[in-house]
């Protein structure tokens, strides 16, 4: 049974910091590329970063280049995406997803990430920021 498990979402104040993680204890992480969606009300579902260990490939998206890091852990087989700084427009809900290990590699090439080819996905996280 695959199952993607992501954790760690809640109330943050402007500024402040969280670390999400993506538990995917049926998978071997270095076989997979692991990406971290997000989607707000009313908005289109949006890629912000991936990896892949087997291509050597990382990617994020603009608005969180250098806030947000995305971190794999090869024994606990879990994904974290520490997210520093937090901003107005970074709440909505996390998703943690698995794809084809091209997938960040195309994403890097691409300038942007698609949720098309990852084939699992998680329950979502709730992200909130607020004063």
């Known amino acids: 049974q695959v199952q993607l498990v992501e954790s760690g979402g809640g109330l943050v104040q402007p500024g402040g910091s969280l670390t999400l993680s993506c538990d995917t204890s049926?998978?071997?992480?270095?076989?997979?590329?692991i990406g971290w969606f997000r989607q707000a009300p009313g908005k289109e579902r949006e890629g912000i970063s991936c990896?892949?260990?087997?291509?050597?490939?990382?990617y994020y998206e603009n608005s969180v280049k250098g806030r947000f890091t995305i971190t794999s852990d090869h024994v606990r087989n879990t994904v974290a995406l520490q997210m520093n700084n937090l901003h107005p427009e970074d709440p909505a809900v996390y998703y943690c997803?698995?794809?084809?290990?091209?997938?960040?590699?195309?994403?890097?090439?691409?300038?942007?990430?698609?949720?098309?080819?990852?084939?699992?996905w998680g329950q979502g996280t709730q992200v909130t920021v607020s004063s």
């Open positions: 049926a998978f071997n992480l270095d076989d997979y590329t």
């Open positions: 997803a698995m794809g084809q290990p091209s997938n960040c590699a195309t994403a890097q090439t691409a300038g942007v990430m698609a949720a098309k080819g990852y084939g699992y």
């Open positions: 990896n892949s260990n087997l291509v050597g490939a990382t």
